[in-house]
C-alpha cells in the first residue's frame, strides 16, 4: 500500500500564490506518472497537470502559464508551484499516481485533497 497525504491548501487573494505538496509513503516500489487533479463545487474532476517519472510534464489549457508541476523521486514528493491564481482556481486539489508494485502489477492511488480557495 501507498499513502498520499497532501499539504499546502489554502485561502489565498487572486494574484496569490500557494505551493502543493503530496508526500508518498509506504511500500514505495517503483513511482511512474503522478498528477494533480481538482474537482470544484457541482464540476467533475479535472486533470490539471502530469508528470512523468523522468519529468516530462502537461498542463489543462487553462492554467498553463501560471502552474508548474515538479518531483522529487528521492523524497517521493510531488509538487505544484501555482502563481497568479484566480477565483476559477478554487477546488479541492488532490494527488494522483501510477505505482509499479513488486510482484510487478500497476495500481493507481489516489490522496484525500487539499483545499484551495482563491478570493478578496
Known amino acids: 500500500q501507498v499513502q498520499l497525504v497532501e499539504s499546502g491548501g489554502g485561502l489565498v487573494q487572486p494574484g496569490g500564490s500557494l505551493r502543493l505538496s503530496c508526500a508518498a509513503s509506504g511500500s514505495i516500489f517503483s513511482l511512474n506518472a503522478m498528477a494533480w487533479y481538482r474537482q470544484a463545487p457541482g464540476k467533475q474532476r479535472e486533470l490539471v497537470a502530469t508528470?512523468?517519472?523522468?519529468?516530462?510534464?502537461n498542463y489543462v489549457d487553462s492554467v498553463k502559464g501560471r502552474f508548474a508541476i515538479s518531483r522529487d523521486n528521492a523524497k517521493n514528493t510531488l509538487y505544484l508551484q501555482m502563481n497568479n491564481l484566480k477565483p476559477d482556481d478554487t477546488a479541492v486539489y488532490v494527488c494522483?499516481?501510477?505505482?509499479?508494485?513488486?510482484?510487478?502489477?500497476?495500481?493507481?492511488?489516489w490522496g484525500q485533497g487539499t483545499q484551495v480557495t482563491v478570493s478578496s
Open positions: 508528470i512523468t517519472s523522468a519529468g516530462s510534464t
Open positions: 494522483h499516481a501510477v505505482h509499479q508494485e513488486r510482484n510487478g502489477l500497476w495500481r493507481i492511488y
